[in-house]
């Protein structure tokens, strides 16, 4: 039978994929894009090491296939920041020292980026466009809003530290 191709964008490029329709989004990345930034911890949807932003959204790499992309536009922490500037999120996150091995730092950096998304889409539709007059959320929203990223060395404290900021 013909194979389909499945087109995306990753990192605002296109990319393509028509091999293995049961290869994971994770191991497209990775393996076949050369994008090792996401990273493989548990591969079964547990650590959130392998956070990527599809759409907007951020899903586990690991748990979703690469013939589900066609059309969607995915960014990795490739395409967050670059070398000579770092994204406002990645910054926050050194100057709070979020993290110690850096392994989980990729998923958490995407899982926070969408995240920070999330709560401004929350905003607007609370029928409100001024960020500042809007609720802002506690820290243990927070805290539920990160909690699909595990961090085995336990930089939980630092990694709320760096978010807290672009949440007041
Ligand atoms: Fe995907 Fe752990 S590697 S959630």
Not at 14 to 35: T, W
Not at 92 to 105: K, M, N, S
Not at 145 to 160: E, F, T, W
Request: with cysteine.
């Amino acid at each position: 039978p013909d194979t389909i191709t499945t087109r995306m964008t990753v990192n605002g490029d296109d990319a393509a994929f028509d091999g293995d329709p049961r290869r994971s989004l994770l191991d497209f990345l990775r393996e076949d894009l050369g994008l090792k930034g996401s990273k493989k911890g548990c591969d079964h949807g547990q650590c959130g090491a392998c956070t990527v932003i599809v759409n907007g959204r951020r899903i586990n790499a690991c748990l979703s296939l690469a013939v589900m992309h066609d059309g969607d536009e995915i960014t990795t922490i490739e395409g967050i920041g670059t070398p000579d500037a770092l994204s406002p999120i990645q910054q926050a996150f050194v100057t709070h020292d979020g993290f110690q091995c850096g392994y989980c730092t990729p998923g958490q950096i995407c899982s926070a980026t969408a995240m920070l998304e999330e709560l401004k889409a929350n905003w607007s539709s609370a029928a409100t466009e001024d960020v500042a007059a809007a609720p802002q959320p506690s820290l243990e929203e927070l805290r539920e809003r990160m909690s699909g990223n595990l961090c085995r060395c336990g930089a939980y404290a630092n990694i709320i530290d760096a978010l807290k900021g672009f949440a007041q």
